[in-house]
């Protein structure tokens, strides 16, 4: 894909949905947080509906430290891994008072030393919390980056990097929610709904479903 016709794949979806965001609800950086986390491996209306109880009775790091490990389970429980992830929210709850006065850090190295978060979870605080042109590349975004053309790479960290050179600069804050969305609802993983994809002109899918 030349430069020219990424800013056009840019234009066009901007165009589509020109105000993109997380499908994740919540209301302040540590609301996020927690729901990153508890996404691993589950979708984001089960979080959703998991968190709209949890954040009603808990939704600071001391909140849920007070619920301790088991209560935090039982609002989490219908969420996949959800004793590693309990235990790993329980940590960082601690983290964060113990060492960001109860704060979410906004610095990439103070985020992927909480417990249960990676770099991705890293990339998506930055960018959707804190205004930073990052992307955090999940299924979604490795599939639509490598089948489009857009930013081809072996693994994850291969396609971020990738992507950061590919995409205009002045659409690097959004391009993470209209890649993930794209993916999520139209490229997806089995059979691609290319006559709904607003981009599929520039894609350089060989087998398009059209």
């Not at 691993?40 to 709209?52: C, M, R, Y």
């Not at 605080?125 to 490598?146: C, E, Q, W, Y």
């Amino acid at each position: 894909m030349t430069p020219e016709q990424r800013e056009q794949f840019f234009a066009r979806l901007q165009a589509d949905n020109p105000a993109p965001t997380t499908e994740l609800n919540y209301k302040n950086p540590f609301e996020l947080l927690i729901s990153v986390v508890l996404s691993a491996q589950a979708t984001d209306k089960s979080v959703n509906k998991a968190t709209a109880e949890l954040f009603k009775v808990a939704n600071t790091p001391q909140a849920i430290l007070d619920l301790g490990e088991e209560g935090l389970k039982h609002y989490i429980k219908s969420i996949g891994l959800f004793n590693s992830k309990a235990r790993n929210i329980i940590k960082t709850c601690a983290d964060l008072l113990e060492k960001y006065q109860g704060e979410v850090p906004d610095e990439r190295q103070a985020l992927e030393s909480l417990a249960g978060v990676g770099r991705k979870t890293a990339n998506v605080m930055l960018n959707t919390a804190f205004g930073k042109p990052t992307i955090a590349v999940d299924t979604h975004i490795f599939r639509v980056s490598n089948r489009t053309g857009l930013a081809v790479g072996k693994n994850v960290r291969e396609v971020e990097d990738n992507l950061l050179q590919a995409v205009p600069e002045k659409y690097q804050q959004d391009a993470h929610h209209w890649l993930i969305l794209l993916g999520r609802y139209v490229c997806v993983a089995r059979k691609p709904l290319c006559q709904k994809c607003v981009v599929v002109e520039f894609c350089e899918y060989s087998e398009k479903n059209l």
